[in-house]
């Protein structure tokens, strides 16, 4: 029989790119995306953060700001309780030249294998008095989260003010593999001694 250690465990691909962005006001804009997910998750290869080169917008109509930035991570868990979320922040500079956040957005790793593409609206927090929208574009100092993984928490989300200014489009390539080690063990060892006859 398999040791009580033996654990029942899946990997999850996850494969794809941030392809491009809509944001209608801005120009020359970069991401830093991570990923975030629950305790009983472990990346076993791949990156759970990093940044993208800065884009300008397309000369199209459509006005495109294209990163095309690739998207390879692998992650081990043993139930799926926290499954990945895609976490995006994207940056700008205003007009002191300091660099701001022109959006937050969030979305869940797909659940089902296969290609997925999903349209991210991505937001940023308002000033919650005129004072403060005043102050803020005097300073240049626009608000911010203080923790940004507050976008893909659902706790203290429901107080905050904000307001649409853009699209992302990430494209997502999802494989599952699930390696069943202890059930597959006993079921084996089951059906060999009913064969058998023992």
């Known amino acids: 029989m398999a040791s009580s250690s033996s654990v029942s465990v899946f990997l999850l691909n996850v494969s794809g790119q941030i392809e ?17 997910y629950g305790s009983d998750w472990a990346i076993t290869s791949g990156l759970e953060e990093s ?15 294209v990163w095309n930035f690739p998207l390879d991570v692998t992650f081990k868990s043993t139930n799926p309780y926290g499954w990945p ?11 002191f030249g300091n660099d701001v956040v022109r959006g937050y957005g ?12 999903c349209r991210l609206p991505m937001f940023v927090p308002e000033s919650t008095s ?11 100092r626009h608000p911010e989260f203080v923790d940004a993984k507050i ?16 699209f992302i489009t990430v494209t997502f390539n999802i494989s599952l593999h699930i390696y069943l080690s202890i059930y597959l063990s006993i079921y084996l060892s089951i059906y060999l001694s009913m064969a058998l006859g023992r």
Not at 20 to 33: I, T, V
Not at 151 to 166: I, K, L, P, Y
């Open 51 to 65: 940044i993208t080169q800065v884009t300008k917008k397309s000369q199209d109509s459509r006005q495109l700001l």
């Open 85 to 95: 979320r895609l976490m995006i922040h994207t940056y700008g500079s205003d007009a």
């Open 20 to 36: 491009s962005a809509e944001f209608l006001e801005f120009d020359d804009l970069y991401c830093r995306y991570s990923f975030v």
């Open 130 to 140: 005129q004072l403060q929208k005043f102050t803020s574009w005097l300073l240049g």
């Open 106 to 117: 969030m979305c869940h790793v797909p659940l089902i294998p296969g290609r997925h593409k």
């Open 151 to 166: 976008v893909a928490q659902g706790e203290g989300r429901e107080v905050s003010r904000v307001r649409t200014q853009g």
